[in-house]
């Protein structure tokens, strides 16, 4: 009888071993518990521009709205819309759209190679990732006619890769508990690398694919690797500086005025200020995003924007950039 019941007990403390190994293991609740976690490629510098560039074209390929899932962000409210308001960004809000009233959550995957300005915020670090708070109270009182409440949440890798965080709750409530939980559940987000397009708010744009430095390399323009970002590039042409941008932008804020030229039916505006030291060409290079846009500027397009000095230079470089688009 006494072999029978150990072997009964045995036999149950087999299988609840068994039950609890195929258990789906419990995301880390803070940013450091998620830091720890975090695999060895977010843990190590890079040391040659080669892995400067894979970690660029690697972080261009993830999917931002996908760091955190509509399950998760479930969690913090009642979800009212996600958008992806940039080829790097996401924002949801909860429970009201009214200013004031509801709750957002927005977050971005960038990168700091030469390290994350931390200014106030409140430090812990890990095996090279450091994850850091900063509240709207820690440099100051609640000012008359605030409407809100904010916190940034912030986690800077060993790999140069940023993932800031940051909250806006109603007065009388506290951000930053739901800001450090976003960042926790983003950072486990970002260890998966979520291809673009995983996240159903994520619509496939002319953005993807494509890579900022491309008309460098189609000008013969040398580029300095540590100046590069995940969506923009900046190098010298001609000997003038040119910062050319991939951006989400309101249709209103891009077609000033006439177009200075149509590329494979991608049109190409100039500034209206002539009088400025420095000017911004732009370009719509795609069909606009879905959503409803801004009431006042239009819809959301896919927008390439060149930012310099030298006018004739930035409108040669926004008609080669604009060309590498194909027809839509």
């Known amino acids: ?58 972080l261009r390929a993830t999917d931002p709205c996908a760091l955190i899932p509509r ?16 080829p790097n960004k996401c924002e949801a809000t909860f429970d009201s759209t009214e200013s004031g009233k509801g709750t957002s959550v927005s977050w971005a995957i960038g990168v700091a190679p030469t390290g994350y300005g931390w200014g106030q915020s409140k430090r812990e670090e890990v095996d090279g990732i450091t994850v850091g708070v900063l509240g709207d109270l820690d440099n100051s009182a609640l000012v008359e006619g605030q409407r809100d409440r904010s916190c940034l949440a912030t986690a800077a890798f060993a790999n140069t890769t940023t993932l800031p965080v940051s909250v806006r709750t109603p007065l009388g409530t506290e951000p930053c508990p739901t800001a450090q939980a976003a960042l926790a559940r983003a950072m486990g987000g970002l260890a998966t690398e979520p291809a673009q397009g995983t996240s159903p708010d ?37 000997g003038a500086s040119v910062d050319v941008d991939y951006t989400y932008e309101a249709k209103g804020y891009v ?46 397009v896919p927008t390439v924007r060149i930012f310099g000095k030298d006018r004739e230079v930035l409108e040669s470089v926004l008609r080669s950039t604009t060309e590498l688009f194909p027809a839509t």
Request: contains cysteine.
């Open 1 to 58: 009888m006494l072999l029978r019941r150990c072997a009964v007990a045995a036999a149950v403390v087999i299988g609840l071993t068994a039950c609890q190994e195929n258990l789906p293991k419990q995301r880390p609740a803070t940013p450091i518990e998620a830091a720890a976690a975090m695999g060895a490629y977010w843990k190590t510098a890079p040391t040659t521009d080669e892995q400067r560039l894979d970690l660029l074209r690697r």
């Open 71 to 86: 399950t998760d962000l479930a969690k913090f409210g009642t979800l009212l819309e996600v958008e992806n308001d940039g």
């Open 202 to 238: 994520t619509p496939r744009t002319a953005l993807h694919g494509k890579d900022p430095c491309e008309v460098a390399a189609v000008l013969d323009a040398a580029v300095t690797v540590l100046d590069q970002r995940i969506w923009s590039c900046q190098f010298t042409f001609r």
């Open 255 to 300: 077609a000033d005025g006439e177009p200075i030229f149509v590329v494979n039916g991608h049109r190409g505006y100039g500034p209206s200020d002539d009088t400025s030291e420095h000017a911004s060409y732009t370009a719509v290079v795609g069909p606009a995003l879905p959503g409803p846009g801004s009431e006042l500027m239009g819809p959301t």
